[in-house]
């Protein structure tokens, strides 16, 4: 499976320096508005992106805007040129979540990186699997 937005949501760096630098509230709860190995600049080599079609599901994706940081994907679709409003929209026409769901789905990087932006880090996408591991 290729590297999507769906899953650039998900990814962060585990560089130590990075990890620590995620700060938690008075319940050790992550505050992720100061994440700082998140999220992750998507770098696409040249003819590192493809397209391919994917089953829309409104319900499916309704549910999974719940889950979704919004600032993050809209983040990782910039990197790949395209674009998605400043916050996720409150009319949720067919047509709204159809751009979403191509975003998220349809759009995958084959070839590339991922940076984290705090230390620079870098994780190649090679046919479209990010390599996630550390060797440190």
Same mark, same amino acid.
């Given at each position: 499976s290729d590297l999507r937005l769906l899953t650039h /949501?998900?990814?962060?760096c585990n560089v130590a320096k990075c990890?620590?630098?995620?700060? @938690?509230?008075?319940e050790g709860v992550p505050d992720t508005e100061k994440k700082m190995n998140f999220p992750l600049q998507i770098v696409v $080599?040249?003819?590192?992106? &493809? $397209?391919? $079609?994917?089953?829309f599901n409104?319900? #499916?994706?309704? /549910? %999974?805007? /719940? @889950? %979704?940081?919004?600032?993050? #994907?809209? &983040?990782?679709?910039?990197?790949i040129?395209?674009?998605v409003p400043d916050v996720q929209p409150a009319d949720l026409t067919d047509d709204?979540? @159809?751009?979403?769901h191509h975003a998220l789905f349809e759009l995958e990087v084959i070839r590339g990186k991922l940076v984290c932006r705090h230390?620079?880090?870098e994780y190649t996408i090679e046919q479209g699997i990010p390599n996630m591991l550390l060797r440190e």
């Open positions: /949501n998900l990814l962060i990890v620590a630098t995620v700060t @938690k509230d008075n $080599e040249e003819g590192g992106l &493809s $397209e391919r $079609e994917d089953d409104r319900e #499916f994706i309704l /549910n %999974l805007l /719940n @889950k %979704l940081d919004w600032q993050a #994907f809209r &983040s990782g679709a910039a990197d040129g395209y674009t709204v979540l @159809k751009n979403i230390c620079g880090r």
